[in-house]
């Protein structure tokens, strides 16, 4: 048993090494995000054999089962959240504290993966304001341990045939990941997606430990096993469909580890560094994104060496003295009545300080009045946005397009997925914004929320002109496994059965992957129909009220000009111009960079007049002003002219 230990607290660290080194941004652990699935085996294995060998003794109690998962996982989780929501009141902006409140409740009521789901995506640039966004594995986990004495039971019942129900659930469970690849940020989130890895780590407390498998290839198996895990921490990455298929090699991976860890034992996983690491495994999991997210907002700078030693030293500290005065005395079986007469009155103030937040809308009365004036207009304006931006068709797959609600909206993928060639809602829908057009010409917007700002700004522009437009959030114009799924094989439907003159591609692009465009503007330039690429958009690095404040401007402040350079921008658009323009050019396209109005010779400006708002609402989206100016460019730019003529 002590090997045994000894393995699953190494390969704790091992796992906590990956996630810490991707969240940090270590390039050699692009992949370390798979550290969460191994904590995941792990936790099915010493679970199922916790209660199988109290099933055997008769000794197992349901009521003893929850208490102790409650009290292994909610006390630390408790206290780290407390005084994460405490921080993050005073540093973080108004409404991401009013954020970081929603979140913490959900944290400690174990719903966080289902409030993350609803969000964004797991990799989206503004989860660098969220301090909570590692709790959803919790929640996950913690729907594990509610449902699986169920299974377990049944599995019991039919103990003769638990290895291979087991064996057809994890098959399953891998399959349904891998063929709902289209919702990878459902499945990344949903415990039934991710219940197959537990799963797997419960089979292997099925089978019987002395069997001659596992001494006739534990040395080699367990360096396959490391080989595995490896790979996927060097090899995998944010574009890497996941869980999906992908998940299978980590899990494995640890698999192999596990079962053959009674038959073998490496010299890598006893290693006393990594058993200490392995003890605070959970502790450092806690605190190791907060500390790191609330620094960075503190210091509101671009992170020195110096930096991650400090926030690596403060998450140590964290760790150990939440291990052993948090941990350890909670998972003991004495004193039941003093914990929760503990961790109540800590709930109670926690819930306390999530409502107060919310009640003071984050604000804490710690800005001047200037300073609220400016959030509170960039709060209202960014309201108004995101509710002009809800309006596409369709909301729901059986959603019916009507002219009087959808006319002259984005048809959009957000909420449809399409499974097949001949589904053809999204091309009737574009064929419906352009039915009887008296107007001069049909042209196409193919895009995300900057498409969606293209397509404003060009129907202000152009009002002879009939514009319609094709929408999926956060993605480049091409098709890929998340987006724009069969783009290739519906587009010349769209174009035919629309009469569509001419197509704008037009997305952030900044922190997108561009490979699929000249695959789009290819199947173009193939159908004859002339095209244009808008550039990147100059995505700022912090929302633009957030970098406003800490410079001490105001609404009141006149024009002010910031250098397109790291200090305030992601420094990817001008890798990706160059591409985009160069694929225009070879296939004879127009090419309109917006960096014209926005960044006149890498100079931007993002504020006008003191009488103006800012040409931004956050990070990249524009205002009402930023609008106008990009309609004034587009109407009397020459090249834009020509494509429109």
Not at 103 to 109: D, K, Y
Not at 110 to 126: A, H, L, P, Q, R
Not at 576 to 584: E, G, H, I
Not at 622 to 638: I, P
């Amino acid at each position: 048993m002590k090997t045994f230990d000894a393995s699953v607290n190494g390969l704790r660290a091992i796992a906590i090494i990956a996630v810490i080194a991707f969240h940090y941004g270590a390039e050699i652990a692009s992949g370390g995000f798979i550290g969460v699935d191994i904590f995941f085996v792990i936790s099915g294995y010493v679970i199922t054999l916790s209660i199988l060998e109290k099933q055997n003794t008769n000794t197992f109690s349901l009521w003893s089962y929850f208490k102790s998962r409650f009290f292994r996982i909610f006390p630390a989780l408790l206290v780290m959240s407390f005084l994460t929501l405490l921080f993050s009141s005073f540093i973080l902006f108004p409404a991401d504290a009013e954020l970081a409140a929603k979140h913490a409740l959900s944290s400690i009521t174990f719903v966080s993966n289902f409030v993350f789901w609803k969000e964004v995506g797991y990799f989206d640039t503004s989860n660098a304001f969220k301090p909570f966004l590692h709790t959803w594995s919790l929640s996950v986990e913690w729907q594990f341990y509610l449902l699986w004495p169920m299974a377990l039971y049944v599995l019991y019942v039919f103990k003769k045939y638990a290895i291979a129900l087991l064996s057809m659930a994890i098959l399953a469970g891998i399959s349904a990941s891998g063929l709902l690849a289209n919702y990878s940020n459902f499945t990344f989130y949903m415990m039934p997606f991710r219940g197959w890895e537990f799963a797997l780590g419960a089979l292997i407390a099925f089978i019987p430990s002395n069997i001659k498998l596992r001494q006739k290839f534990a040395a080699p198996s367990t360096f396959l096993g490391f080989g595995g895990v490896l790979l996927s921490v060097i090899l995998f990455n944010e574009g890497t469909i996941f869980p999906g298929y992908a998940a299978a090699l980590p899990c494995l991976s640890t698999f192999i580890l596990l079962f053959f860890s009674r038959a073998y034992t490496t010299p890598i996983l006893p290693f006393k560094p990594f058993q200490y690491l392995g003890n605070l495994s959970y502790s450092l999991y806690l605190y190791h994104w907060p500390v790191f997210i609330l620094y960075a907002q503190f210091v509101f700078r671009d992170l020195l060496w110096i930096d991650y030693i400090v926030i690596l030293l403060t998450v140590w500290i964290m760790s150990d003295l939440s291990y052993r005065l948090i941990e350890t005395p909670f998972r003991s079986k004495q004193k039941p009545v003093l914990k929760i007469s503990i961790l109540i009155p800590i709930t109670a103030l926690c819930t306390i300080a999530a409502f107060y937040i919310f009640q003071t809308d984050g604000n804490f009365n710690r800005y001047t009045k200037e300073q609220r004036e400016l959030l509170t207009t960039f709060k209202t304006e960014n309201e108004a946005y995101q509710k002009r931006y809800g309006a596409y068709y369709p909301k729901s797959p059986d959603e019916i397009w009507v002219k009087e609600k959808h006319f002259g909206i984005p048809c959009s993928y957000d909420d449809y997925n399409i499974q097949t060639d001949d589904d053809d809602k999204l091309i009737k829908c574009i064929a419906n914004n352009h039915a009887n057009a008296s107007k001069q010409k049909r042209y196409l917007i193919i895009g995300d929320s900057n498409g969606k700002n293209t397509f404003e700004a060009l129907k202000k522009a152009f009002p002879n002109q009939n514009f319609s437009m094709l929408m999926h959030s956060g993605c480049a114009p091409a098709e890929t496994k998340q987006c724009f799924p069969l783009l290739t094989k519906q587009l010349p439907s769209i174009i035919t059965d629309a009469a569509i003159d001419g197509v704008i591609l037009s997305s952030r692009f900044s922190y997108q992957s561009i490979d699929g465009i000249e695959n789009t503007i290819s199947l173009l330039d193939k159908q004859g129909v002339p095209f244009m690429v808008i550039s990147a958009t100059p995505t700022l690095r912090k929302p633009i009220d957030m970098i406003m404040i800490k410079k001490g401007l105001s609404l009141h402040t006149g024009q002010f000009i910031w250098p397109l350079d790291r200090a305030y921008f992601h420094n990817d658009i001008l890798k990706k111009d160059a591409v985009l323009q160069k694929l225009s050019e070879n296939y004879n396209g127009t090419f309109f960079d917006k960096r014209s109005f926005i960044c006149p010779g890498n100079q931007c400006i993002m504020k006008l007049r003191p009488d103006k708002m800012p040409i931004y609402l956050d990070t990249q989206h524009l205002s009402a002003n930023g609008l106008e100016l990009y309609s004034n460019t587009l109407q009397h730019n020459e090249h834009v002219q020509s494509f429109m003529n």
